[in-house]
């Protein structure tokens, strides 16, 4: 063998054991841990229709507006729960400290929805209403538009590359983990929904008349022969995804010729924009939602589309509109089922909505308390981890601390509405039934319940026969209080939202029933599949409060402007009592007389309260780690990896040097030889 040839065959073999290094030695993509959510053995007593309490002795709600400052005040001890899932970039690191016992991680498909919505009521995503439009051309535009960016977003780019594999993507706005409410016919019938296709928006775009007639770099609308206007994607600053995700589809957006920028604004800001001025012209937020989707009615019925409704794109479908009443009217869930599915292949193909992602959160706590409920929707961050949380090495006791991203806006109970106020207020109030977190059933909780059928109708029975159930100020709940919530729901009706929900499901009146102290009526016209969940549903307040003259009830206190103090305001029955508000941070402490106490089965004596347990800036035990260390390591993990990178590229220049090199040889050589 020539010395040419021999060259040429080491230079082969170190070329082909470059590509064996660098396949080998690639970073791990280790899958995520959400191919399959782990069934936890969570806590509940089947007699007793869940877990008694409260355990811990006070409940703070700690505002950290941010989810990185989150875990590391739960690292430094500060928190016991962050009150949104880990960021996926920093779940490899925490993987580590669960494994040394310092955290806790839970996993859990969350029922949420994240989505991009347009402004239907402005240029250029309008709706049209002109009667001189007879043949609807502005709206064919606006629709093809909105089409055309949902095949702009990159669906696996979001799910592997942003969410690093910890969520699922779902074409309608109505999920999977719905069960038989998600219509997989929506996948089969709007492509737009689900896949990322440029040259179809691109000849969408075109077919619909967009084009750049004017070599400025936009497209020109077909509607003014102008260029489409600059718009803004506005985002939640405090979420990295949501504003990773508003990056990736504006860059999308401006890579065909329309010139959308994200713009992320902080939570408050963005929310008084979109659903109370109507000031937007896109945007990313997301819901928690319910199992079954009646929430469908309020995002997107034309009567929600006023300031501070929810139906914030502004769509107005007469057809849709019909559905969505259906879905309240549905008497069983076969009817509903009918309804729900022609509701969302409505949204879908109108593009009501851009459904873009929803969760597998991981979400990490203390390993110094136990007692954590695990929701198969929803996780940890639940009413019965508030109830039955303690500490590891007590039954009862200690301070639990719960991030919050926003502050608490409101303690009054009519006119709460984000999901910070309710974690507060859902420990505060209570009502007849209570929705069982494994098939999501009614159970009986401050009342027993019958329902029978009529004629037509339904006949609910409450029975308040409980003579534990203690109001915070010591007042007894009693049947009255139900009753006279009922009334004030009916008198402030014109008031509060939601309140057209007793109409829908056909309710007619009460009746006390004669010689029973401890029981009510309701009869409803109807035989409404959602009758119970309202009826039920409905917290008892004190209507001592409430009504001016109680109890002869004939004057009510305004629901958003009562004249209350903060303690009869929150003066509820639930497991903690309201104890002191502050722009940073609500505190609650236990109900000492609260109904379900007696249940708590204490394995060892119970120590007293530690003192100072109001003392905020004192964490409860040892921190989990420190902070500054768990950046060092990663700062030296980033290097390491760096290094390992630059001796690969190296190594692959030097070997394709010498590869190049004998290949000239070996050429040379054949010439000359």
């Known amino acids: 063998m020539s010395r040419a ?142 089409r055309a960016i949902s095949y702009l977003v990159d669906r696996d780019y979001i799910l592997n590359k942003i969410l690093k594999g910890y969520g699922k993507i779902t074409p309608s706005v109505v999920p999977p983990w719905t069960g038989r409410w998600y219509d997989p016919k929506v996948k089969e019938l709007y492509e737009w929904t689900h896949k990322y296709d440029p040259d179809k928006a ?198 639990f601390r719960f991030a919050l991203l926003d502050r608490v806006r409101t303690l009054d109970y009519w006119a709460a509405s984000s999901v910070w106020d309710w974690y507060v207020l859902g420990l505060l109030f209570e009502s007849p039934i209570a929705i069982e977190p494994f098939n999501y059933t009614e159970i009986p909780w401050l009342a027993n319940f019958t329902v029978e059928e009529t004629d037509g109708g339904l006949v609910i029975t409450f029975n308040f026969g409980r003579r534990d159930v203690m109001f915070h100020d010591g007042t007894p709940l009693t049947v009255e209080h139900y009753a006279r919530t009922l009334d004030y729901i009916n008198r402030t009706a014109g008031k509060l939202p939601g309140a057209e929900e007793w109409t829908y499901v056909g309710y007619l009146r009460y009746e006390f029933i004669p010689g029973n102290d401890t029981a009510i009526r309701l009869y409803f016209s109807r035989k409404s599949y959602w009758a119970l969940r309202i009826a039920g549903g409905t917290a008892v307040l004190p209507m001592h409060y409430w009504w001016k003259d109680w109890p002869t009830c004939t004057e009510v206190r305004d629901p958003y402007s009562p004249g209350l103090t903060d303690k009869e305001l929150t003066c509820g029955s639930g497991p903690y009592i309201f104890k002191e508000l502050h722009p940073d941070y609500v505190v609650l402490v236990k109900n000492d007389n609260y109904w379900r106490k007696k249940l708590i089965q204490p394995s060892k004596a119970v120590p007293p309260p530690p003192p100072g347990v109001w003392n905020l800036e004192q964490p409860q035990g040892q921190p989990a780690e420190d902070p500054s260390r768990a950046i060092a390591e990663r700062a030296s993990s980033s290097i390491k990896e760096l290094v390992r990178l630059m001796w690969i590229t190296s190594l692959g220049t030097a070997v394709i040097g010498c590869g190049i090199v004998a290949a000239v040889a070996f050429f040379v050589r054949r010439r000359t030889g």
């Open 202 to 399: 691109r000849d969408l775009l075109r077919s619909a008349g967009f084009e750049d007639t004017d070599g400025t770099g936009w497209l020109n609308d077909p509607r003014t022969g102008r260029d489409l206007p600059t718009m803004y994607l506005y985002t939640p600053s405090y979420d990295p995804i949501r504003v990773q995700v508003g990056d990736l589809i504006a860059s999308a957006c401006q890579s065909v010729g329309i010139p959308v920028y994200n713009k992320p604004i902080d939570f408050n800001s963005l929310v008084n924009l979109v659903f109370d001025a109507h000031d937007f012209d896109l945007y990313i937020l997301g819901w928690l939602l319910g199992r079954e989707p009646l929430w469908l009615y309020y995002l997107f019925h034309s009567n929600q589309d006023v300031p501070g409704g929810n139906n914030a794109p502004g769509i107005h479908n007469a057809t849709l509109d019909d559905n969505l009443t259906k879905i309240w009217e549905a008497t069983t869930p076969d009817e509903m089922e009918e309804a729900v599915y022609n509701a969302q292949r409505i949204i879908a193909e109108q593009v009501a909505y851009i459904p873009l992602y929803y969760r597998i959160q991981v979400v990490p706590c203390s390993a110094r308390w136990e007692g954590y409920f695990v929701e198969p929707l929803g996780g940890p961050a639940n009413f019965w981890t508030f109830l039955q949380v303690h500490p590891r090495d007590t039954p009862t006791g200690g301070v």
């Open 5 to 146: 040839t021999k060259i040429w065959l080491l230079s082969a073999v170190c070329l082909a054991l470059l590509l064996l290094v660098t396949t080998v030695i690639q970073p791990a993509q280790a899958a995520p841990d959400n191919q399959a959510v782990p069934p936890y053995d969570n806590e509940w007593p089947k007699e007793t229709n869940g877990p008694g309490g409260p355990r811990a002795d006070a409940i703070v709600f700690r505002v950290i507006t941010q989810p990185d400052a989150q875990i590391m005040a739960l690292l430094k001890g500060e928190i016991d729960m962050v009150g949104w899932p880990a960021p996926p970039e920093q779940i490899p690191q925490l993987k580590e400290y669960e494994k040394k016992g310092l955290i806790k991680l839970f996993y859990a498909e969350e029922n949420s929805l994240f989505y991009l919505a347009f402004n239907f009521r402005r240029y250029p995503f309008q709706q049209c209403f002109d009667p001189n439009d007879p043949e609807g051309t502005y709206d064919r535009a606006a629709l093809a538009l909105r």
